[in-house]
């Protein structure tokens, strides 16, 4: 009788991006799918930082851009939505690493 493969899970990463400090959301969420999801990493990222800010700060592209090199050379896949200027951005910092644009995928937000 054969086992069924085995499967293998893709670590994964978000990078969340808010405009000031008090726009964080969603904390005990993303804590509680790092504990249950194995490989699952995530960043919060504010792009108008108050003087208390302790994380990263900058957009979720300067974080991409960051964490690049720790990949080797290895193109990951991406999923990308927000307002249509960090998108953009985005996918700038994507084409600039050689990654492929089939490994882009996007959803731009507008207002409304």
Not at 24 to 33: K, N, R, S, T, W
Request: aromatic share 6%; hydrophobic share 40%.
């Amino acid at each position: 009788m054969s086992r069924p493969p085995t499967r293998r899970l893709q670590p994964a990463r978000l990078f969340l991006g808010v405009n000031e400090s008090q726009d964080v959301f969603g904390l005990d969420e993303l804590a509680a799918v790092a504990t249950e999801l194995p490989g699952f990493r995530y960043e919060v990222c504010v792009w108008k930082p108050g003087p208390d800010r302790s994380g990263p700060t900058g957009t979720p592209a300067d974080l991409l851009a960051a964490a690049l090199p720790e990949l080797g050379g290895t193109a990951p896949d991406l999923y990308v939505c927000g307002p249509p200027p960090l998108v953009d951005a985005v996918l700038r910092t994507a084409a600039l690493a050689g990654i492929p644009p089939e490994q882009a995928h996007r959803e731009r937000f507008l207002a409304t």
